[in-house]
């Protein structure tokens, strides 16, 4: 009976030991992905560097068929570069407060080379350790001549390391930074006194149970293992462009899908293999359907957890993300439209008895490089015409029946014997009666239907359904044009709720792009000592955002107050730019303002009329060439009214490319001055 408990115990250790190294190493990446700019972060993933090299030591002495001596000496890469990575860390943490010192800079050199001189003594000598018992229930190490000098070096090195995080936590002003280096001041003693190999110096007496150590040093391992993830979730919030929330939320989905999924599966497999001997089962078969079990469970589990997560990451915001969330899943897609739109051609077709119709979207009020909408039944054949859009367009634009919004504009109820072809329609939805032969445009071989805008004062057609036209004269009857009336009206509603859809994305895309400045600011700020002046940019006269700078920069972009005393003149992308133009800050802005539209130029053939093309253009005519507006719409076949709304999107698409510019150079100069 005593023996199967210090089997289950050292089983026990085995797994807990696996899940350290697990959960070392996913931090480690973590950290990697997001917080690569934080000197904090990379001072923690030394220390996890650390750990992963003592516990692997550890874990590979424990199942050594052979000397475990080996890994036990292994172990010391970790033992004897402790010191020094706890004190490198705890500078760095009270570096961040303000308190910079060059004796605690070049101790944690110092260190490094300290903890490198004994890992080799260890490894190659018996001056510090020396191989010790052999009982494979409980083996170590026993000290050599230098064993007690580094023990002492090492718990000084551990209190220097204790005292610079209190003193860090002293000088932290903020509430909340206050709240993190408590955690931090709490957890980092467990993984710095965890470690030390206590059984070295002590031993254990064989006529006392061997159970009595191995209960410590499971509980020991436990509460490093919890140590260094409150850790690792402290140190996330350093140098993280995202909100709070999300930091919190992201790093609990990972080390849900990541450590604790992995450390889930080991336990399985390894307990699997005892089931089988138990059942008389292949054990591969066993860990298969385990491991199999244990991803599906857990992937249920944390779906299932998920809104009651968000709840908890959100907090006080809780609303707010709900809102966010059903505002994503309503969305109508480009590819939900379609469909819609397929089934409004193929009743169309049915109703009318014909083989062949289309639906196109001709409104020039659409995303830039997304290409009109167009759903086709049966072979309709317009990839000929270079611009179909703009024809269509300019052919019931000269019509002057639908110049009026005549189909638009003299809505009625639909009677109550009309057949309802949107069963989700608001109820209040009203149509044209009927469709009449003079509703039609004939053009080539189609009879075309305009679709408008519900909205009275716009003329422009929104789009066109087409039907191939076997007759020189139409003959519906009474039932047919009111069955067309109603999937004209559906057609229309649904073109036009892209646009405006397409609309709120173009407002969500500036929205995202200032949000994600604001993040970079917050993550500058997120200091452990109060913020100072110097981690927030200064705010421009007049409260003017950043594309307004631009946009006022690009309007007098050959000359003028707006360009020689703008605000972008301090911008770093700015100052590099001086040196290839002589010192010249107005030219410096030019040349960068130049970069950022050249930019914007795709990558395929120029064209006039195309919509991937329509920013640049505007900005190459209207900007670069400052031609007049009139000249410009001209060139482009649209109205002013349409050039002033695609001008705008043109100048806060270059204030977007300025912003990366920007960022890719502060990344830049940062990464040089680490060197």
Not at 325 to 331: K, W
Not at 428 to 452: E, G, M
Request: hydrophobic share 50%.
């Amino acid at each position: 009976m005593f023996i199967a408990i210090l089997n289950a115990t050292t089983l026990l250790n085995r797994i807990v030991t696996t899940g350290i190294l697990i959960t070392a190493f996913a931090l480690i990446i973590y950290f990697g992905l997001y917080n690569r700019l934080s000197h904090i972060a990379r001072g923690y993933a030394r220390l996890l560097a650390c750990l992963i090299g003592i516990f692997l030591g550890d874990l590979l002495a424990q199942i050594s068929t052979g000397d475990p001596f080996m890994w036990l000496r292994f172990q010391w890469i970790g033992i004897a570069l402790m010191p020094a990575v706890a004190l490198d860390l705890s500078d760095l943490l009270l570096r961040a407060t303000g308190d910079v010192s060059p004796t605690r800079r070049w101790a944690s050199y110092a260190g490094y080379v300290m903890g490198s001189l004994v890992f080799i003594l260890v490894a190659f000598t018996d001056w510090i350790a020396v191989p010790g018992t052999t009982d494979k229930l409980l083996p170590h190490l026993t000290p050599g001549i230098f064993f007690l000098p580094f023990a002492c070096y090492y718990f000084a090195c551990g209190g220097w390391a204790m005292y610079n995080l209190v003193e860090a936590r002293r000088r932290s002003l903020t509430t909340t930074t206050k709240r993190r280096m408590t955690y931090l001041v709490v957890s980092f003693a467990m993984p710095m006194l965890g470690v030390f190999p206590y059984l070295l110096p002590t031993g254990w007496p064989l006529y006392l149970p061997t159970i009595i150590p191995w209960i410590g040093i499971v509980l020991v391992n436990m509460s490093v293992g919890a140590a260094i993830t409150f850790m690792g979730y402290t140190v996330a919030y350093f140098r993280a462009g995202a909100p709070d929330r999300v930091i919190k939320r992201r790093m609990i989905k990972y080390l849900m899908r990541g450590p604790l999924l992995a450390a889930l599966v080991i336990t399985a497999l390894v307990f699997s293999e005892r089931i089988a001997r138990w059942l008389l089962l292949p054990n591969t078969v066993v860990s298969l359907i385990a491991a199999a079990a244990i991803i599906l469970l857990m992937q249920l589990f944390i779906v299932t957890l998920q809104p009651t997560l968000d709840r908890f990451t959100a907090a006080d915001d809780s609303a707010e993300v709900r809102r966010l969330q059903q505002f994503s899943e309503r969305l109508m897609t480009t590819s939900d439209l379609t469909q819609y739109l397929e089934n409004i051609v193929a009743a169309l077709c049915d109703l009318l008895r014909a083989r062949t119709a289309f639906v196109m979207q001709i409104h020039s009020d659409r995303p830039s490089g997304q290409t009109p909408i167009l759903v086709t039944i049966g072979e309709v054949d317009l990839a000929e015409i270079p611009d179909v859009a703009q024809t269509m367009c300019t052919v019931i634009r000269e019509n002057s029946q639908y110049a009026n919004g005549n189909i638009a504009n003299n809505p009625t109820e639909v009677s109550s014997s009309a057949p309802i072809f949107d069963p989700f329609a608001p109820q209040t939805a009203t149509t044209k009666s009927a469709i009449t032969p003079k509703d039609f445009v004939r053009w080539r071989n189609y009879w075309l239907i305009p679709l408008h805008f519900s909205e009275t004062q716009i003329s422009d057609p929104l789009g066109v359904i087409g039907l191939i036209a076997h007759t020189v004269e139409l003959d519906l009857t009474e039932d047919e044009r009111q069955g067309v009336a109603i999937l004209v009206t559906q057609a229309s509603r649904a073109l036009e709720d892209a646009i405006k859809q397409a609309r709120a994305f173009e407002a969500l895309e500036r929205i995202v792009t200032d949000a994600d400045e604001m993040q970079l600011r917050m993550a500058s700020t997120r200091n452990i000592a109060a913020p100072t002046l110097a981690d927030f940019e200064v705010a421009p006269e007049g409260g003017q955002d950043f594309t307004h700078m631009v946009r006022d920069a690009l309007s007098q972009f050959w000359g003028g107050p707006k360009m020689a005393d703008s605000p972008l003149l301090s911008l770093q992308i700015v100052n590099e730019a001086m040196v290839q133009n002589n010192g010249n800050a107005t030219k410096a802005l030019r040349t960068v303002l130049l970069e950022a539209i050249e930019r914007t130029k795709p990558m395929s053939t120029r064209s006039m009329t195309s919509a991937e093309w329509l920013l640049y253009n505007i900005l190459e005519l209207k900007v670069i060439k400052s031609e007049k507006v009139r000249d410009v719409a001209s060139k482009l076949f649209m109205s002013e009214s349409d050039l002033y709304r695609k001008q705008r999107s043109a100048f806060e698409e270059v204030a977007r490319i300025m912003r990366e510019m920007e960022r890719e150079a502060q990344m830049k100069n940062q990464g040089q001055e680490r060197e």
